[in-house]
């Protein structure tokens, strides 16, 4: 068995899965799970536990990790913001991703009070009738925005996340005016992942890669205004396509201008585009470790490993850091180092994580004939 180096990799962002409970059954969304699972969501004293574990690895490192509370819906776990409180006193920056429909002034108020640097909030829509549909229920952007109103009203830095689907991909304009217009400081566009719930929505309504490949362009078009912060998540070939339109030395400075959260590097960094366990991991509801939430590749547990022993150790971590087992298109594309391909969609479609990005566009010299 092939060994691989461990490096001493900075862990830049963790995504927690607060909760498997949701309000919203989102047609996207990448948990199977009904609520009924909440019941073994990790405790208030086990959440801790992570939260503890999270800043002693910060500690081994050049900065602490951001932690983002996510879900399901994380408002509704009772004990967030005790969490959030937590997290801040071990000198975490948390950060917040919610589908904002159960926020109003006072939920805003006590955001703002707990010390979240950041909101990150989904519309997948300028209009009720795109984001109501992908989100399936009446009145949920309605709703979202209410909340967003009230995020700005409490001086909440909130971002906008969109996941780009044929429903929704010729509003993408449209939603960077609209987040403007509320006054976000980010839009960052996800593109669709065949987990969960995505993989019914995937037949039907998931981009070809030519089509990922004129979003990617007109993504960079919005970034070159310097207006908003603009970030591709689980889109890596999009930094391809920044070097292509010749962007990619302009961009270092409209991260700082939109306020990044502490700890997260904009683009222009050095670091590739997928992040899967290379700055990224995904803690699940109930401890289980993944290189991201939408590769259900296990890596460990932190009820049974220390987080930092996991992260340092994990074989697959290791693998995916190191890159050099990219298969098909992948491993001959010069991009690779600012790239990689998604790993999550590679494994949705070959069962290999390492095999070659299959919704991207781009043939890279020498690879006629090479299986793709």
Same mark, same amino acid.
């Given at each position: 068995?092939?060994?691989?180096? *461990? ?10 899965? &607060? ?74 920056? +948390? ?39 992908? #989100? ?64 019914? @929505? ?26 908003? *912060? ?20 302009? #961009? ?12 997260? &590097? ?50 697959? @971590? ?8 990219? #298969? ?35 043939? +890279? ?8």
């Amino acid at each position: 068995m092939r060994e691989y180096s *461990q490096t001493k990799q900075v862990l830049r962002l963790l995504f927690w899965e &607060t909760t498997i409970k949701c309000n919203l059954a989102c047609a996207h969304c990448r948990r199977l799970e009904s609520d009924d699972a909440a019941s073994s969501d990790l405790s208030t004293e086990q959440a801790k536990s992570l939260i503890k574990q999270l800043a002693e690895l910060g500690t081994r490192q050049a900065s602490m990790p951001v932690l983002v509370f996510s879900g399901g819906e994380p408002l509704c776990r009772g004990d967030l913001f005790d969490l959030v409180e937590y997290a801040r006193s071990l000198d975490i920056a +948390p950060a917040l991703a919610t589908n904002a429909t159960l926020i109003n002034s006072t939920v805003a108020a006590r955001i703002n009070e707990s010390g979240v640097v950041r909101v990150a909030v989904s519309l997948d829509g300028a209009t009720a009738e795109i984001h109501d549909r992908l #989100r399936q229920l009446e009145g949920a952007f309605e709703s979202a925005v209410t909340g967003i109103r009230h995020l700005r009203d409490k001086n909440v830095s909130f971002q906008i996340n969109i996941t780009l689907t044929r429903s929704n991909a010729e509003q993408l304009e449209e939603v960077y005016r609209l987040a403007k217009s509320l006054g976000a400081v980010a839009v960052h566009v996800f593109m669709l992942v065949p987990v969960g719930c995505g993989q019914a @929505l995937a037949e039907t309504d998931m981009l070809a890669p030519e089509q990922y490949e004129q979003k990617m362009v007109d993504i960079c078009r919005l970034d070159s205004r310097g207006e908003l *912060q603009m970030k591709v998540t689980c889109g890596p070939h999009y930094e391809r396509v920044v070097r292509e339109q010749g962007l990619h030395g302009s #961009r270092k400075g409209i991260s700082r201008r939109a306020g990044s959260i502490p700890g997260r &590097t904009g683009h222009g960094s050095g670091s590739r585009g997928c992040l899967a366990g290379l700055g990224v991991v995904f803690v699940g509801h109930q401890g289980d470790v993944f290189p991201c939430g939408y590769l259900p590749v296990k890596c460990g547990n932190v009820l049974e490993e220390e987080l930092g022993a996991i992260w340092r150790e994990s074989r697959d @971590l290791a693998r995916m850091r190191d890159g050099s087992d990219l #298969r098909g298109k992948c491993g001959l594309c010069s991009y690779r180092q600012v790239c990689g391909g998604c790993r999550g969609r590679a494994y949705a479609a070959t069962g290999d994580y390492m095999a070659a990005e299959p919704f991207c566009a781009y043939i +890279p010299p020498g690879a006629a004939g090479v299986c793709l």
